[in-house]
């Protein structure tokens, strides 16, 4: 069965970076188009990232562009986010998500928490 | 960017009830429209896309319908279980964006 399973949350101060992984496994993941989603303690759910199956497209929410970036290793069979310039309301869990034009399948979350 | 706004944000309701959830989008989704249920501590599950499609596996008392800018997700007898907070989710146009939310709780 699918399998994602998120790693590299941490506590990071403010302008700092950090990179999430994404472990995939039971599908074919240099198939399948994958996402980032986060939630803010007590929000709501926030669209983050998106890379096409083969990584040659990305796109971004606004709040992100220029200090995030998306990026796969298909031989690894592994979804990455690095994120620069951290900021206090970058503060979420990550969720990474299997993309069949909908989101049938999510991982676990990873918390990442921007403070000083 | 699309906005996407849910209501109610909270509704009280008793086991058996029929309950509606309704999502309005800021311009047209072209249906592509999907509606996940979140539990506290847990990731958000899909209940419904393509606006009215029920993902394998989902009881049957869910349904969605809609079309253009309003679409409503029904549980038609609410039971225990369904506690929960309830999202809607545009993806016709990137960014794509999700509804604030509506926390369902049982009575």
């Known amino acids: 069965q699918v399998q994602l399973v998120e790693s590299g949350g941490d506590v990071v101060q403010p302008g700092r970076s950090l990179r999430l992984s994404c472990a995939a496994s039971?599908?074919?993941?240099?198939?399948?188009?994958m996402h980032w989603v986060r939630q803010a303690p007590g929000k709501g759910l926030d669209w983050v990232a998106l890379i096409s199956y083969d990584g040659s497209s990305k796109y971004y929410t606004d709040s992100v562009k220029g200090r995030f970036t998306i990026s796969r290793d298909n031989s690894k069979n592994t979804l990455y986010l690095n994120m620069n310039s951290l900021r206090a309301e970058d503060t979420a869990v990550y969720y990474c998500?299997?993309?069949?034009?909908?989101?049938?399948?999510w991982g676990q979350g990873t918390l990442v928490t921007v403070s000083s | 960017d699309i906005q996407l706004t849910q209501s109610p944000s909270f509704l009280s309701a008793s086991a058996g009830d029929r309950v509606t959830i309704t999502c309005r989008a800021s311009q047209g989704t072209n249906n592509y429209l999907a509606w996940y249920q979140q539990k506290p501590g847990k990731a958000p599950k899909l209940l419904i896309y393509?606006?009215?499609t029920l993902q394998s596996g989902v009881p049957s008392r869910f349904s969605g319908s809609g079309s253009g800018t309003e679409f409503t997700l029904r549980i038609s007898s609410l039971q225990p279980e369904d506690s929960a907070t309830y999202y809607c989710?545009?993806?016709?146009?990137?960014?794509?964006?999700f509804g604030q939310g509506t926390k369902v709780e049982i009575k």
């Open positions: 393509a606006a009215s």
């Open positions: 039971g599908f074919t993941f240099s198939s399948y188009g």
């Open positions: 998500a299997m993309s069949q034009g909908y989101l049938p399948h």
């Open positions: 989710q545009q993806l016709n146009t990137y960014p794509w964006t």
